[in-house]
C-alpha cells in the first residue's frame, strides 16, 4: 500500500491525526517501520528522525534492551487496573525510584496522559489551598482542555490577568466560554510582573506552573535568579509551584530540570521520555499536598493510569538512564552540539539568518537574526519568518529528515556521528533553496 493510496484512505475515514495543533498542514507521510533513529514510509523513503514521536522516543526506536523489557512484561501481566482489589507491584517499585530520583517527590501518582494529569494537579492544587485561580504563561504548553489551552496575555486589563481568546495562539471553536477565566495568563521570565500581580491577587491564587525551560516556544531558559525567586514568592504567598517537565523530566538530566537548577516545586509533573515511548505520565510532590489524593478527598479516576507494561516502560528507562555514570546524557551531548554548531555554520556561511537555542535533547531553529545570544522569551521571535520555517521543515522532509513544527530538533540515544554529518548536508542543501 502506498503512501498516496494511505492519503486518500485516511481522508474518508479519520478526522484528522491524533493532533491538529497549528504547524501541521503538510501531507502526511505514513511510517510502516521505525529503528533506531530511523525511520520508513509506505513507500519505503528512509528519513532521520528528530520528531521522536513528539518527544517520547529518548532511546530511539526498537532499542533492544527497552524492547526486551517489554516482552517480558507482555509474557507476565501487561494489563491491569489499579482499584481497591488489585494493584501491580511495579507501581510501587515506579514510585520509589520517582523519589530517588526527583527532588520534589515525597509521593507519586499515575496517568495515562500529560493534559489530564494537569488537571488533577489544578484540582489538588484548588483543594490544599482552598483558592479557585492558576496562573500560568505565555507559550507554555500543560495540555488541551478549555481552562489551560492558548489564549493571550491581556494587555489592557486593570483587573484579573484573565488571557483572551486569540486566533494566534491556540484558539478552538467550543470552549466553554468561562473557562478562561479560571487562570491569569502572564509573560514569563518577568518576576516584577509575577510580582505586582501577586501583591493584587496572591491570596486567591491555588498554583503557579510552568515549563521550567520553555521547550513548547523557542526552548528559552529561565533568566538567572528567576526560578529562585518564583519559588520564593509562592512560599510567602501560600501558593503551590508546580514545574511542568513533561518535556524536561529525565530528558535535561537524571534528576531532571528541577535537579538541574536546583530549584524544588511542590509539585512536578512528568511524561514523554519518562515511560520511552509508551503512554505514561505521573506527577510527583510534597506528602502534605499528594495526601490530599487519600480518603477520596481529591477524586482521581482512569482505566489505563498504571497499567503494568507502561510502569515496566518507565521502570527499564530509569535504569537505563542512570547506568554508567550517566552514559545516556554524555552521549546526547557528543551528538548535539556538532549538530547545533553545523547548522550554525551553515547558516553563517550561505548568509541565511538562523537562531539555534536549546537544552540537552531539545533544540530549535528559528529563522530569524535576533542579535543575541539567548531568547528569553517567546515575544522573542515575534518576528520570525514562518514562511521560510515552514519551507525549511518540508525541504527537509523531502531530503529525509524530519523535524518538528517551529524548527524543533528532539535527540536521542540512537543518533549517529553519521546522522549528523547527513543532517547537515541535507541541511546546506536546502538553506540554499530558501
Given at each position: 500500500m502506498s503512501n498516496a493510496e494511505l492519503i486518500g484512505r485516511a481522508r474518508r475515514v479519520l478526522a484528522g491525526a491524533n493532533t491538529n495543533l497549528p504547524g501541521g498542514g503538510f501531507a502526511p507521510r505514513f511510517m510502516v517501520k521505525g529503528e533506531g533513529a530511523h525511520l520508513w514510509d509506505a513507500d519505503g523513503k528512509e528519513y532521520i528522525d528528530y520528531v521522536l514521536s513528539a518527544g517520547p522516543l529518548i532511546?530511539?526506536?526498537?532499542?533492544?534492551?527497552?524492547?526486551?523489557?517489554?516482552?517480558?512484561q507482555l509474557d507476565t501481566i501487561w494489563s491491569l487496573n489499579s482499584t481497591i482489589f488489585q494493584q501491580s507491584a511495579l507501581e510501587v517499585e515506579v514510585a520509589e525510584k520517582f523519589v530517588q530520583l526527583v527532588p520534589c517527590a515525597e509521593k507519586v501518582h499515575f496517568n495515562p496522559t500529560g493534559s489530564e494529569t494537569v488537571q488533577l494537579?489544578?484540582?489538588?492544587?484548588?483543594?490544599?489551598?482552598?483558592?479557585r485561580y492558576f496562573i500560568r504563561f505565555e507559550g507554555h504548553y500543560h495540555g488541551w482542555f478549555d481552562n489551560i489551552l492558548g489564549g493571550a496575555v491581556n494587555e489592557e486589563s486593570a483587573g484579573r490577568p484573565f488571557p483572551v481568546e486569540n486566533k494566534q495562539n491556540l484558539a478552538t471553536e467550543g470552549r466553554d466560554t468561562a473557562a478562561l477565566e479560571q487562570s491569569f495568563l502572564?509573560?514569563?521570565n518577568d518576576i516584577a510582573i509575577l510580582e505586582e500581580v501577586l501583591e493584587k491577587y496572591g491570596e486567591e491564587v491555588a498554583m503557579v506552573i510552568m515549563e521550567p525551560i520553555l521547550c513548547n516556544s523557542g526552548c528559552c531558559p529561565p533568566r538567572p535568579g528567576y526560578l529562585e525567586k518564583v519559588r520564593q514568592l509562592c512560599t510567602k504567598y501560600g501558593i503551590v509551584l508546580c514545574f511542568d517537565e513533561v518535556i524536561t523530566g529525565f530528558r535535561v538530566a537524571l534528576h531532571s530540570?528541577?535537579?538541574?537548577?536546583?530549584?524544588?516545586?511542590d509539585i512536578g509533573i512528568f511524561g514523554k521520555a519518562m515511560a520511552g515511548g509508551l503512554p505514561l505520565a505521573a506527577f510527583a510532590g510534597k506528602k502534605e499536598i499528594m495526601d490530599f489524593l487519600l480518603g477520596k478527598r481529591v477524586v482521581s479516576g482512569g482505566t489505563f493510569g498504571r497499567y503494568p507494561l507502561g510502569l515496566a516502560a518507565t521502570l527499564a528507562s530509569m535504569k537505563i538512564l542512570e547506568k554508567d555514570d550517566g552514559a545516556f546524557y554524555k552521549k546526547i551531548d557528543r551528538i548535539q552540539k556538532p549538530l547545533m554548531d553545523g547548522l550554525k555554520e551553515i547558516s553563517k556561511k550561505r548568509g541565511i539568518p538562523m537562531f539555534l537555542q536549546g537544552t540537552r535533547g531539545a533544540f530549535i531553529t528559528r529563522f530569524i537574526d535576533l542579535g543575541k545570544e539567548v531568547a528569553y522569551s517567546v515575544r522573542d521571535f515575534a518576528a520570525v519568518d514562518t514562511q521560510k520555517e515552514r519551507r525549511w521543515a518540508e525541504l527537509m522532509a523531502e531530503e529525509g529528515v524530519i523535524l518538528m513544527f517551529g524548527g524543533r530538533f528532539y535527540i536521542s540515544s540512537a543518533h549517529t556521528e553519521a546522522d549528523v554529518h547527513r543532517t547537515l548536508e541535507c541541511a546546506d542543501r536546502v538553506i540554499c533553496k530558501l
Amino acid at each position: 500500500m502506498s503512501n498516496a493510496e494511505l492519503i486518500g484512505r485516511a481522508r474518508r475515514v479519520l478526522a484528522g491525526a491524533n493532533t491538529n495543533l497549528p504547524g501541521g498542514g503538510f501531507a502526511p507521510r505514513f511510517m510502516v517501520k521505525g529503528e533506531g533513529a530511523h525511520l520508513w514510509d509506505a513507500d519505503g523513503k528512509e528519513y532521520i528522525d528528530y520528531v521522536l514521536s513528539a518527544g517520547p522516543l529518548i532511546f530511539g526506536h526498537s532499542n533492544p534492551e527497552f524492547i526486551e523489557t517489554l516482552k517480558d512484561q507482555l509474557d507476565t501481566i501487561w494489563s491491569l487496573n489499579s482499584t481497591i482489589f488489585q494493584q501491580s507491584a511495579l507501581e510501587v517499585e515506579v514510585a520509589e525510584k520517582f523519589v530517588q530520583l526527583v527532588p520534589c517527590a515525597e509521593k507519586v501518582h499515575f496517568n495515562p496522559t500529560g493534559s489530564e494529569t494537569v488537571q488533577l494537579v489544578i484540582r489538588l492544587a484548588r483543594a490544599y489551598t482552598g483558592r479557585r485561580y492558576f496562573i500560568r504563561f505565555e507559550g507554555h504548553y500543560h495540555g488541551w482542555f478549555d481552562n489551560i489551552l492558548g489564549g493571550a496575555v491581556n494587555e489592557e486589563s486593570a483587573g484579573r490577568p484573565f488571557p483572551v481568546e486569540n486566533k494566534q495562539n491556540l484558539a478552538t471553536e467550543g470552549r466553554d466560554t468561562a473557562a478562561l477565566e479560571q487562570s491569569f495568563l502572564l509573560p514569563w521570565n518577568d518576576i516584577a510582573i509575577l510580582e505586582e500581580v501577586l501583591e493584587k491577587y496572591g491570596e486567591e491564587v491555588a498554583m503557579v506552573i510552568m515549563e521550567p525551560i520553555l521547550c513548547n516556544s523557542g526552548c528559552c531558559p529561565p533568566r538567572p535568579g528567576y526560578l529562585e525567586k518564583v519559588r520564593q514568592l509562592c512560599t510567602k504567598y501560600g501558593i503551590v509551584l508546580c514545574f511542568d517537565e513533561v518535556i524536561t523530566g529525565f530528558r535535561v538530566a537524571l534528576h531532571s530540570a528541577q535537579g538541574l537548577f536546583g530549584v524544588t516545586p511542590d509539585i512536578g509533573i512528568f511524561g514523554k521520555a519518562m515511560a520511552g515511548g509508551l503512554p505514561l505520565a505521573a506527577f510527583a510532590g510534597k506528602k502534605e499536598i499528594m495526601d490530599f489524593l487519600l480518603g477520596k478527598r481529591v477524586v482521581s479516576g482512569g482505566t489505563f493510569g498504571r497499567y503494568p507494561l507502561g510502569l515496566a516502560a518507565t521502570l527499564a528507562s530509569m535504569k537505563i538512564l542512570e547506568k554508567d555514570d550517566g552514559a545516556f546524557y554524555k552521549k546526547i551531548d557528543r551528538i548535539q552540539k556538532p549538530l547545533m554548531d553545523g547548522l550554525k555554520e551553515i547558516s553563517k556561511k550561505r548568509g541565511i539568518p538562523m537562531f539555534l537555542q536549546g537544552t540537552r535533547g531539545a533544540f530549535i531553529t528559528r529563522f530569524i537574526d535576533l542579535g543575541k545570544e539567548v531568547a528569553y522569551s517567546v515575544r522573542d521571535f515575534a518576528a520570525v519568518d514562518t514562511q521560510k520555517e515552514r519551507r525549511w521543515a518540508e525541504l527537509m522532509a523531502e531530503e529525509g529528515v524530519i523535524l518538528m513544527f517551529g524548527g524543533r530538533f528532539y535527540i536521542s540515544s540512537a543518533h549517529t556521528e553519521a546522522d549528523v554529518h547527513r543532517t547537515l548536508e541535507c541541511a546546506d542543501r536546502v538553506i540554499c533553496k530558501l
